[in-house]
């Protein structure tokens, strides 16, 4: 059975969509590490257009993070598909990873989002708080089975209720990204 083409935003404000975003959950993948918290993206607009990424999450009391760029796939179209390019490893950045980050749903306020891409193979529900009401995260998990997503992959993201500070230890070695890469 064909999976139904995903809608995606349009007329996406980039400039609101800016800011702090926590992940309320997502699809557990390699490039994060399996007990991650606190996890969060912050979007800053650049005078280019291009929108400055920093992705953090804490593993074992120490702050990992990585940080890359985005921009619209398509500059003449209004759908909010952006690919997002980071370079790898985070302690030696030269190798470019690029990847898609379209916007699957987002409220009228700007305040939770569903972010997708074309395989399906992540998703990450994000919200400007740490925490999300549940009627809420039940509906975008709704969503996201609607539009052709294996929700049993979810997992919640624990997040604290206060969040950490801008900075915290640093994982200087990138020692969870190693791991990310060996399953760990």
């Not at 593993?59 to 598909?81: F, H, M, Q």
């Amino acid at each position: 059975m064909a999976k139904k083409e995903m809608e995606v935003v349009k007329g996406l404000d980039l400039q609101r969509y800016m800011g702090r975003w926590y992940e309320i959950a997502s699809f557990p993948s390699r490039f994060q590490p399996k007990n991650g918290v606190d996890t969060r993206a912050t979007y800053t607009l650049q005078e280019d257009g291009t929108v400055h990424v920093l992705n953090e999450t804490w593993s074992d009391g120490k702050r990992g993070y990585i940080e890359g760029t985005a921009y619209k796939a398509d500059p003449g179209s209004d759908e909010a598909k952006l690919k997002v390019k980071f370079y790898v490893p985070p302690f030696l950045p030269i190798i470019p990873v690029v990847g898609d980050y379209w916007v699957l749903y987002l409220d009228a306020d700007y305040s939770y989002a569903l972010i997708g891409q074309p395989s399906r193979k992540y998703l990450w529900i994000l919200c400007r708080q740490s925490h999300m009401d549940e009627e809420i995260y039940n509906q975008l998990v709704q969503k996201a089975q609607e539009d052709g997503y294996d929700v049993s992959k979810l997992h919640k993201t624990p997040q604290s209720d206060t969040p950490p500070p801008e900075e915290g230890p640093k994982d200087t070695k990138g020692i969870w990204w190693i791991k990310s890469l060996l399953g760990k």
